[in-house]
């Protein structure tokens, strides 16, 4: 992060927590903006429901400017923002186990260092996540069971699977955790999308092109959603609404930046469901819009 980027950060945190209400971070001096509570908790609640015309904000990887990313912490802040779903990222350790984890190496996040494939579950567990400003603390890095556990019953999840050869573990963890009617998986495949929907698992279909996009609709059960490019969203929306699925698009980067002017025109191209960083931002715009 650039000494620009960490000034801009401060000023959005000032500005949020003076626009909204405010909660302390525990074992630190910053508070988060605390906005409506969510009652976005499962998929039928709105994204499968016809009858919802809401356009939801979505926690990228929970929070990476309040808590270290893909943290319980950065889970539970994103939802006191107001946030109507969180995404995480899920990678295996060589043992096995599936984590919560972006990047291919610990190196970036983390105290630790090195590929997370060739580390174990001990060799990580003892590894801390750093946040992206000084004052918020570190935090454990939690496995995806430990994760959905922490979830379960309170939002609408976008799982991104980092390897598609995780697919089959990661089904499987969310079966045994009964939160198939919370979740919703990242895919780019078509085999891994078959596979998804055949287990009773919500496809969030990432799609890069238009042709992308008529073959995640053809799929059966159509996906709950697919994830298109700002630039493609306006050119493929009516598409994805006339089929019955929902349109996901990121804000993140100059977006975000740009700030409500940019989601103004993402709701007015079609966006059901925005990814974000500035959550502090999106979230009271979107409460006027849904209203």
């Known amino acids: 992060m650039t000494p620009f980027d960490r000034r801009l950060c401060f000023v959005l945190i000032a500005a949020a927590v003076i626009l909204q209400g405010c909660a302390s971070i525990p074992g630190s001096d910053w508070t988060i903006p605390v906005g ?9 609640d709105c994204i499968r429901n016809s009858a919802c015309t809401k356009t939801l904000s979505v926690g990228h990887r929970g929070t990476i400017t309040w808590a270290p990313e893909n943290t319980k912490a950065a889970f539970d802040a994103a939802l006191r923002m107001g946030a109507d ?26 105290n630790c260092r090195g590929p997370v494939a060739e580390k174990t579950w001990g060799e990580i567990k003892g590894c801390r996540v750093r946040p992206i400003l000084p004052g918020i603390p570190s935090d454990k890095i939690p496995t995806f069971h430990d994760a959905l556990e922490a979830l379960k019953g309170k ?10 050869i995780l697919i089959e573990k990661v089904v499987t963890a969310i079966r045994a955790a009964n939160m198939h009617h919370q979740v919703m998986v990242l895919t780019e495949t078509i085999e891994a999308a ?63 930046l740009i700030g409500v002017p ?24 979107l409460a006027k819009v849904n209203k």
Not at 36 to 44: A, F, K
Not at 100 to 109: C, G, I, P, S
Not at 210 to 232: C, F, M, R, Y
């Open 262 to 285: 940019c989601y103004k025109r993402l709701v007015g191209s079609g966006a059901d469901l925005i990814q974000t960083d500035r959550l502090p931002d999106l979230v009271p715009f």
């Open 85 to 110: 779903a969180v995404e995480m990222d899920v990678r295996s350790t060589s043992d096995g186990v599936l984590i919560l984890m972006h990047d291919a190496t610990l190196d970036r996040t983390t």
């Open 36 to 44: 409506p509570r969510s009652d976005n908790h499962t998929l039928d």
């Open 155 to 164: 939002t609408v999840i976008d799982v991104d699977v980092k390897s598609p």
């Open 194 to 256: 078959k596979f998804l929907a055949n287990n009773g698992i919500a496809v969030l279909a990432l799609a890069k092109n238009a042709n992308a996009v008529s073959a995640a609709l053809a799929l059966s059960p159509k996906p709950v959603a697919v994830e298109v490019d700002i630039n493609l969203l306006p050119l493929v929306q009516n598409q994805v609404h006339q089929a019955g699925s929902r349109v996901f698009v990121d804000a993140l980067g100059a977006c975000d």
